[in-house]
């Protein structure tokens, strides 16, 4: 069970959540090629370590948070608002 | 009990009298007959919908997790620039309209007293069932009278209000799932017992 610290609702279990995908990617620009659509939808990192992603606090606040997870150990180490860049640690 | 249209139907799940344990701690449940009104500020808005309701109601809107006000009134965030503002159940519409006539453009009314219902649940050992419904930390070190949680009861969207220390707890929940939420609530209220009024 992962446990994220909401910033708005504190310490909650993961089931209360839904998870997002990954908050590293930008959506391309309405007139971009059809190719960095097929990149952004298909061609995504599967990194072995920390990752940036979404996760919506869909029993709770309803808002859009970035989670900091360690994707080996299921580790959270920052939890951000949807505004805000969290810090990514180095290994 | 004496329940109004449109909780009457909820209030019906309950059937007065002492059910489950005997001889030990029993809950209270209860509806309560109130009207809900959601407020969202509009985008930048929510300084001046809360001077609005200041005004008009006399408390602050509270901050993230808390409630404000009293029986009367009282205010539960529910989420950022978002609140539930529940009252004694009066004429239909009257507190929706009161409370955009508080705020004008500053803030979005929405009537819920027929989308949600409350559930009461009182007593000595409220905390311990409560405790084996849902996964908020209802240790009074981290909540207490005053408190609101969002968070899910029996798969079901569950807003939490503990109004005091006895303790008592409004459990929020949609009147469309009252009817399944009241069988798990009960259900875990057996092992303590529980009196409808």
Known sequence: ?????????????E?????????????????????AFHDFVYARQNPRGWHVEWWYHSSGCRQF???????MTHEVRTVARATETPEVPSE | MSVSEPHAAVAALLKPGAHGATGGQPVRLAVRDVDIVQL??????????AAAIKAAYGFDLPSPGRS?????????WVQPDGWFLIAPRGAE?????????????????????HGRSVITLSGARATWVLAKECRVD??????GPGRVASTQIAHLACTIHQRDAAPTYDLIVFTTFAKSFMESLT???EETGYVVS
């Open chain 1, 15 to 35: 089931a209360e959540f839904t998870y997002r995908g990954d908050a590293t990617v930008t959506r391309p620009g309405a007139n971009a090629p059809e190719e």
């Open chain 2, 68 to 76: 404000a006000g009293g029986d009367a009134l009282a205010a539960l």
């Open chain 2, 93 to 113: 519409g009257a507190l929706a309209r009161a409370v955009k006539a508080a705020v004008g453009d500053a803030g979005s009314v929405i009537d819920q007293t």
């Open chain 2, 138 to 143: 209802l240790h009074p070190a981290a909540f």
């Open chain 1, 1 to 13: 069970m992962i446990r994220i610290d909401c910033p708005w609702c504190g310490m909650r279990d």
């Open chain 1, 65 to 71: 948070l970035k989670v900091v997870r360690h994707t």
């Open chain 2, 40 to 49: 969202l500020a509009r985008k930048g808005r929510a300084e001046d919908a």
């Open chain 2, 187 to 189: 259900h875990a209220a």
